[in-house]
C-alpha cells in the first residue's frame, strides 16, 4: 500500500473582526469601578475631589490576582520565588522549616495552621522560595518567617500569621517576635497575608533590603506594623500598595533612610490608642527618605502623613476623613512611573477595594502556576515539579512555540492543567516522532497522560513520524494516549496517522472518561480508538487520504467493556476528508489480544460525513464481526449519511439515554459540558 503523508496543517479558525485592543489611558469614574466589582455604591460624601488625580490603566499594569510581583520586586531581574523548583503541601512545622531552609528552590503550599514551637520560633526562609497558603486556611501562629542577611527572592503569600502578641507585653522590645524579619535581603514580594496581635513588629524591612514589594495584605490589631529602616545607607526601594491598617497604633509605615517608598491605594483606618496619642501615627518619611503617597484613604487616623525636615513627602490625591494632627508634605520626592507601571484607583474606591480583595483569598494558593519554558525549561520538568498525590489544581502554562519531547502525566500526579497561552492552539505544540516499531503504541505516544483530572486547552498534540519515508512492522505512532479517568481537551488538537488518539483506562473492566471538545482530531487508520467511555463533541474530525480510492482507513477502533453501555459517542461535529469518495469507514470492533469481553460501543450522533464515508461504513477486524458490536448512527447527515441495510440507526428512545451526559456522568455525576 502507499502511505502519502499528510501536511499536518491544523485549520485555524475564519478571521473575523479584530478583537485586540490596548486599554489606552482611559478615565475610569469611581461609580462604575465599584459597581463593576460589586462592592456596593459609594456615598456623596466619598466621592473623589474635583481635583484627584486622574483615574489609569495601563495594559502593563499587573492585575489584581497577578501571579508575578510588581513594583519595585519587579524591578532588576523581578522576583520569582520558588518557580523553577518542585511544589510541595506542607502541614506541620518540621516540614515547611525543611523546604522553607533548602538550597533549592520550592513552591511551598501551607495547608492548614502550623503552631510554632516553641513560642515565637523563628521559622527560616532562604533565596527563591514561594511560601503561599492554600485559599483562606493557610496560617503561621506564634512563630516568625526570618529572612537572614544575603536572602533574595522570596514571595510569601496568602497566609495568616497570627498571635505571637504576649499578654500586658504592648511594646514587646524584649521578645522581637515579628510576623516577617528581613535584614539586608533583596527581592521579596509579601501579598495578600494577613498579620494579626503580633509581639513587636508586624513586617519589619532592616538594613538596607531592596526591591521589596508589600501589597493587598492587611495589617490589623497591633502596636508596631511596617518598619523600613534600621540602616544610615539610604538604599531601600518599597512599594506599599492596597493594604488595610486597621487598629495599628504605630509605622503605618514608619520609613527611615529609604531611597524610595512608594505608598499607593492603601486604607488606614481605626487606629488603636492605648492612652498614647503622640506616637499614634499614619506613615512616616523618616531620615533621608523619599516618599510619595497617592490615592490612599485615611479614616479616624491621628498623624497620617508626616515628614522629617531632612526627608521629602510628596501626597495626592488621597482622601482624608476625621483625621488629626500632622498632614505634611514637602519635596519633591520621585516619579514612580519613572520606574515601572502600576494601576492607580480613585482614593474613593479604596475602602471597598481594599476591604474585599487585600488578605488571604480563596482563589489563592489552591490554583499553582508553573510557567514553560519561563521557569520551566520543558513542559515534562513543569510535570515533574507536580507533587505526588497532588490534591489542588497546578496549572502549566505553556508559552507559544513548538515543545519537542515526550510527555508522561504520572497516575501520582493528578488536578494538572496544560494550558497553551498563545491566540491560537496551533501557536503551542508539543511533537514527536515515535512509531510504535520502538516501544509499542504506548511508546509511540507523544504525550501520555496516566492520571486522574487533567485538563488540557489551547495546544496542539501531534506525532510526525513519516510513515511514507519508513517501513516499519509497526508504524502506529500516537500523538495522544490517557488511561486516567476525568480527561478534559478542549480546543485542542491532535495530530497524526495512524492511531492518533487513543483513550483508554488501566484495565478492560476500568471506566475511564474523557471529554474531548471544540477540537480538531485527523488521521487515517484507527486514530480514534481504546476502550474509555469518550465523548467528542463540536469537534472537526479529519479522515486522511491514504492514496487508495477503496479503502483509506478506519475512523474509530473502540475496545469497550462488554458491561458498559458508553464507549465513543462523537456528537454534534464534522467529519472532512480528502479521501476519495467512499472510500472511508466509520470504525471496526477492536479485541485486543482477541479478548471476546472488549465489545465496541460507537455512535455517531447529529454530526456531519463526508462523501468520503463508504455506504456500508463499519467493518470486521480480526475475525470479530462489526455486527456483534455496538456499533449505530443517530441523524448524522451530509453526503456520507445514506441510510442501508448495514448501518444501524438508533431509535429515539435509545438517543435518549445516549446523551453527552449519560456517557460522562458515572457514579460521581461528572459534568465537564455543564461549564458551556
Known sequence: MTHLRSSKRLPRPGAGAGSGFGFGRALVTVAAL???????????????????????????????WADKAHGFASLEGGTTGGAGGKVVTVTTQADLERYAAAEEPYVIRVAGTIKAEPFGANVVVTSNKTIIGVGTAGELVQG???????????????????????????????????????????????????????????????KDSEYVTVSYNRFENNNKTIGIGWTTNVKTQITIDHN??????????????????????????????????????????????????????????????QADATAELVQRGSILKNTTGRHEAWGAAFDPKAFYDYRLDPAAAVPALVSKFSGPQKKLGTDTVLN?????????????????GNDSTVTIRIAPGTYREKVLVPATKPNVVLQGTGQDRSDTVIVFDTPAQF?????????????????????????????????????????????????????????????????????????????????????????????????????????????STTNNGYITAASTWKDNPYGFLITRSKVVSDAPAGSFHLGRPWHPGGNPDAVAQVLFRETELPAAVKSSPWTDMGGFSWQDARFTEYRTYGPGATVSVDRPQMSGAEAATHTVADYLAGTDNWAPHARH
Not at 456615598?43 to 484627584?52: K, L, M, Q
Request: charged residues 20%; negative net charge; aromatic residues 8%.
Open 34 to 64: 465599584v459597581a463593576s466589582l460589586g462592592l456596593g455604591a459609594i456615598t456623596p460624601a466619598e466621592a473623589a475631589p474635583a481635583d484627584a488625580a486622574p483615574v489609569t490603566e495601563t495594559a502593563t499594569a499587573a492585575p489584581r
Open 144 to 206: 516568625e518567617l526570618n529572612l537572614k542577611p544575603g536572602t533574595h527572592n522570596v514571595i510569601i503569600r496568602n497566609l495568616t500569621i497570627r498571635d505571637s502578641y504576649v499578654e500586658g507585653n504592648w511594646d514587646c522590645k524584649d521578645t522581637d517576635f515579628d510576623g516577617i524579619q528581613m535584614d539586608t535581603v533583596h527581592h521579596v514580594w509579601i501579598d495578600h497575608n494577613r498579620f494579626s496581635r503580633i509581639c513587636d513588629g508586624q513586617l519589619d524591612v532592616r
Open 244 to 305: 488595610l491598617f486597621s487598629g495599628t497604633k504605630q509605622r503605618n509605615p514608619s520609613a527611615d533612610n529609604c531611597a524610595y517608598a512608594h505608598l499607593y491605594n492603601n486604607y488606614l483606618t481605626a487606629q488603636a490608642d492605648p492612652g498614647d496619642p503622640v506616637w499614634t501615627y499614619g506613615n512616616w518619611s523618616r531620615g533621608q527618605t523619599k516618599m510619595v503617597i497617592e490615592n490612599s484613604y485615611y479614616r479616624d487616623v491621628q498623624h497620617p502623613h
Open 372 to 388: 514553560v519554558p519561563a521557569d520551566y525549561p520543558t513542559v515534562q520538568a513543569a510535570v515533574d515539579a507536580v507533587p505526588d
Open 439 to 547: 516501544g509499542g503504541s504506548t511508546g509511540s505516544a507523544t504525550v501520555r497522560i496516566a492520571a486522574n483530572d487533567v485538563t488540557a486547552r489551547n495546544l496542539t498534540f501531534s506525532n510526525d513520524f513519516d510513515e511514507a519515508a519508513y517501513e516499519y512492522g509497526a508504524e502506529q505512532a500516537l500523538a495522544m494516549k490517557t488511561t486516567g479517568d476525568r480527561i478534559v481537551f478542549e480546543d485542542t488538537a491532535f495530530l497524526g496517522n495512524q492511531d492518533t488518539l487513543m483513550t483508554d483506562s488501566p484495565k478492560l473492566d476500568v471506566i475511564s472518561r474523557v471529554y474531548v471538545r471544540d477540537s480538531y482530531i485527523e488521521g487515517d487508520v484507527d486514530f480514534i480508538y481504546g476502550r474509555a467511555t469518550t465523548v467528542i463533541e463540536r469537534s472537526v474530525i479529519k479522515a486522511l487520504s491514504r492514496g
